[in-house]
């Protein structure tokens, strides 16, 4: 069973970055593609940033640029540093897996099995 931890998250200023965290247990990355989602208060769920297993990225229109997922495997952890932020990134944000390999590097959260609770990232003009 896949366990994802996310941390990190908290409050920031326009223009100010942010790290946060993925904590995984019981998951082996050579089989399994990762994403970060975030959901603002009263909107869906928003694909934000997606890794394959292969190390391959994707990101959305709204934070590429300026946001980076990766992953350390030794550390069973993955990423996303986000730079550049913006009131509008304010939101919920959490980690998902995925073994579908027709899901990997997608932004579709239909797709991804097992997530974390989430972590809250504020960002204040």
């Known amino acids: 069973q896949v366990g994802l931890v996310e941390s990190g998250g908290g409050s920031v200023q326009t223009g100010g970055s942010l790290r946060i965290s993925c904590g995984t247990s019981g998951y082996d990355s050579n089989r399994y593609s990762m994403g970060w989602f975030r959901q603002a208060p009263r909107k869906g769920r928003e694909g934000v940033a997606a890794l394959t297993s292969d190390g391959l990225t994707s990101y959305s229109d709204s934070v590429k640029g300026r946001f980076t997922i990766s992953q350390d495997n030794a550390k069973n952890t993955l990423y996303l540093q986000m730079n550049s932020l913006k009131p509008e990134d304010t939101a919920r944000y959490y980690c998902?897996?995925?073994?579908?390999?027709?899901?990997?590097?997608?932004?579709?959260?239909?797709?991804?099995?097992?997530w974390g609770q989430g972590t809250q990232v504020t960002v204040s003009s």
């Open positions: 998902a897996a995925t073994k579908n390999r027709l899901a990997a590097g997608s932004l579709n959260f239909n797709w991804y099995n097992y």
